[in-house]
């Protein structure tokens, strides 16, 4: 069934020498979460942000500040990341190695937990951890790049994981090849959140505006 989404531009599509007028851009074009992608070079094969960092964008950023730890490990980090302002804290289920402690000292730091899996990581890890998460990020590509093309079977798992979650406050969120072509899906398949890179800052800032109510439409199956 259609329904609307909350598209979350990521700005690691941004420009790394304006990542605070990127943020105060996308807000201003209607985006009411930023995602950052917070990536440490040995959980993933890739080096972005640090807390400092998002400190230093939180004056920018209007609405939610949406930090996605692709990091190990994650406990240090946590209160850092909250005292930088973060609203929601995502850490990887495959970070290890307690994630339920992490989880719970993410949300004892006065954040919003989010647990992320990765494509390669089976539903039903995820299922003694439902109390403990108010958002769920299903990984859509390997994580540590933009620009990827989102795993088609990762659809189904969205879908299975909205079964699983029925009936309880947790939203979906999918991150990675979210576009024009495969919104519809994913959106269709249960996410309420879309993360979305290329797709939102291709074109520059004069463009967002436009692209976030296409990927919008596109969510609810309208043509664009
Ligand atoms: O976490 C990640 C990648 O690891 C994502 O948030 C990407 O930044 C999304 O980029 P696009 O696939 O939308 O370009």
């Keep these: 069934m259609s329904h609307a989404v909350t598209i979350c531009p990521s700005i690691l599509a941004g420009d790394f020498a304006a990542l605070?007028?990127?943020c105060r851009a996308l807000?201003?074009?209607g985006a009411d979460w930023i995602h950052v992608d917070v990536m440490d070079g040995h959980f993933v094969p890739n080096i972005t942000f640090g807390p400092q960092m998002c400190a230093a964008l939180r004056p920018h950023v209007t609405g939610v500040m949406d930090v996605h730890l692709m990091i190990a490990p994650?406990?240090?980090y946590i209160d850092a990341f909250a005292k930088a302002g973060a609203d929601v804290i995502t850490a990887h289920l495959e970070a290890g190695p307690h994630v339920h402690r992490t989880l719970q000292a993410i949300r004892g730091a006065g954040c919003k937990a989010g647990l992320a899996i990765n494509p390669g990581t089976g539903i039903e890890a995820v299922g003694h951890l439902l109390?403990?998460?108010d958002l769920l990020c299903v990984m859509t590509v390997n994580p540590g790049f933009g620009g990827q093309s989102l795993i088609p079977a990762m659809v189904e798992k969205v879908r299975a994981l909205k079964a699983l979650?029925?009936?309880?406050p947790i939203r979906i969120q999918v991150d990675g090849g979210v576009t024009l072509r495969t919104a519809r899906s994913v959106?269709?398949?249960?996410?309420d959140l879309l993360v979305a890179g290329s797709a939102v800052l291709q074109g520059g800032p004069a463009a967002y505006a436009r692209n976030i109510a296409a990927l919008?439409?596109?969510a609810?199956?309208?043509?664009v």
């Design 165 to 168: 979650t029925a009936g309880r």
């Design 20 to 22: 605070g007028a990127e």
């Design 131 to 133: 109390d403990d998460i």
């Design 220 to 223: 609810l199956g309208v043509l």
């Design 187 to 191: 959106a269709a398949a249960g996410a």
């Design 27 to 29: 807000g201003e074009a």
């Design 74 to 76: 994650v406990d240090p």
């Design 216 to 218: 919008r439409d596109a």
